[in-house]
């Protein structure tokens, strides 16, 4: 039977020897602080950008006519 090489334990492995766990981690937090910033500024920016929209839209109408239910 052929001994089976294992790769733990062998080669350099300098400060942070878990590299990839330490990235991955980096970027699931990058994601999380970017997809949490992207939902405030949904939240606050959707009705002023459909705003601005309509203002910008032939025939311009004022910003009572943008702004009332009728």
């Known amino acids: ?3 089976r090489v294992s790769a733990k334990g062998k080669g350099k492995q300098g400060k942070g020897g878990g ?7 980096c970027v699931k937090e990058w ?7 992207a939902k405030v500024i949904t939240h606050y920016g959707f009705i002023p950008l459909i705003i601005v929209i309509g203002m910008n839209t032939e025939p311009k109408p004022q ?4 702004l009332s239910p009728v």
């Open 31 to 37: 994601t999380t602080w970017a997809m949490k910033k």
């Open 1 to 3: 039977m052929a001994p």
């Open 19 to 25: 590299g990839d766990r330490s990235a991955c981690r």
């Open 63 to 66: 910003l009572s006519q943008l």
